[in-house]
């Protein structure tokens, strides 16, 4: 049960707490306290919902609750009712917003609340020494509780603060020193790799060289050669997990290329872009590398179109040539926010990246009559 209090909106238990102490304030009055002449009571009456009901902003506003509660008791005072007619909630009230307020503000603040404290503690009649000496102690004690339990929350405060920011220091330190590892790590296999390239290199050259007067030392030549190059792409495998980041995961799955493009135009169509893809020249084995940067160009060249080119139209020209790869995606959608942002978004920055890799070039930009261009040329060989 307790536990669950603590989820409770902080303001509704407020104004809950007051109306629950303004409500039994008046039943007190009406039942418990006697002796009282008509004048006192009506004074009580009146007043007695401005001694609690300000409780409500005790947590919002402490100083504002505090400084209306000791106005109510003084009006209360000037027309003849008062605290010594034996009421005990109404006192319970005042020493509830006297721990709010010094509890909930500064330090500077508090010493202003309890100021107003001791200015009402000395005027309230009658003004006599021990009843002096009992009002400030009465008082003094919510008002000292208040700032001890400032005092340790700012503390707790303080250590969670210096906790977390040595934890994110901590946490800093990690990740450079696994970066740094990483690093480290990648270079000796990197030399590992290389010198396995090295040793399958001279056994190539060597196993050409007896090929055909001793073909068996040329077929254990190739057999070491298989050999070391399968260890040195486990070592290869192993930089690139290495240096793949977290989020990147660990997936060893093959690398997309130009013969992928179906099921790339499929997923755009689907998408909502038609797309019209025409093939020119004589569609030939490429490198690896090339065939991804390609396939990656035209990903990433209509995925723009798809976002950016609302209801378009958009066309895919694929041409193979002898010594370069020409590709050439545009479309026909009205976009003036994308033609403002001519050549600056993150998705051109990769392709001219991928273009730069292989000594290509990349032009990209709106089209005369309308629409958008990305045209790329790959060079080949060399």
């Known amino acids: 049960m307790i536990g669950r209090l603590r989820y409770l909106n902080p303001p509704l238990v407020d104004a809950a707490i007051a109306v629950f102490l303004g409500v039994l304030a008046e039943l007190e009055l009406l039942l418990l306290v006697g002796d009282l002449s008509a004048r006192e009571r009506a004074a009580d009456v009146l ?3 401005f001694l609690t009901l300000p409780l409500a902003l005790r947590r919002r506003a402490p ?4 400084i209306l509660i000791l106005a109510a008791e003084r009006v209360q005072e000037l027309l003849g009712g008062g605290l010594r007619n034996g009421g005990t909630l109404p006192l319970l009230a005042i020493l509830l917003a006297i721990y709010s307020q010094a509890a909930g503000v500064g330090l500077r603040r508090a010493l202003v609340g309890a100021g107003l404290v001791v200015a009402t503690a000395l005027t309230i009649p009658p003004i006599t020494l021990g009843d002096t000496i009992y009002r400030l102690v009465l008082t003094m004690v919510p008002w000292v509780l208040g700032r001890v339990v400032r005092d340790r929350q700012e503390r707790a405060l303080t250590i969670e603060q210096r906790a977390q920011g040595l934890e994110n220091e901590q946490a800093v330190r990690i990740a450079a020193a696994t970066v740094e590892e990483r690093a480290r790590i990648a270079r000796e296999l990197h030399d590992i790799v290389a010198h396995s390239v090295g040793v399958m290199v001279i056994q190539a050259s060597g196993a050409q060289k ?25 070592e290869l495998q192993r930089v690139l997990g290495i240096l793949r980041t977290d989020a990147e995961g660990e997936s060893l799955t093959p690398q997309p290329s130009l013969r992928h493009l179906d099921t ?9 872009l038609p797309v019209e893809a025409t093939i020119e020249g004589d569609v030939r084995s490429l490198p690896p590398g090339l065939e991804l940067a390609a396939y990656r160009i035209v990903q990433e060249a209509l995925t723009n179109s798809l976002k950016h080119a609302g209801k378009a139209k958009a066309r895919l020209m694929i041409r193979y040539r002898e010594h370069e790869l020409q590709l050439e995606i545009c479309d026909d959608g009205q976009s003036p926010k994308r033609n403002a942002a001519n050549g600056r978004g993150h998705g051109l920055v990769g392709m001219r990246e ?11 930009g709106p089209l005369p009559g309308g629409g958008y261009s990305v045209k790329a040329v790959l060079p080949l060989g060399g």
């Open 47 to 49: 007043t007695l919902p």
């Open 63 to 66: 100083t504002v609750a505090l």
């Open 210 to 234: 007896v090929l055909d007067d001793k073909p068996q030392r040329a077929r254990e030549a190739l057999q070491s050669i298989e050999l070391t190059g399968r260890q040195a792409l486990d």
């Open 264 to 272: 790339l135009l499929e997923q755009i169509r689907q998408g909502g």
């Open 354 to 364: 991928r273009v730069g890799l292989y000594g290509g070039s990349l032009a990209a």
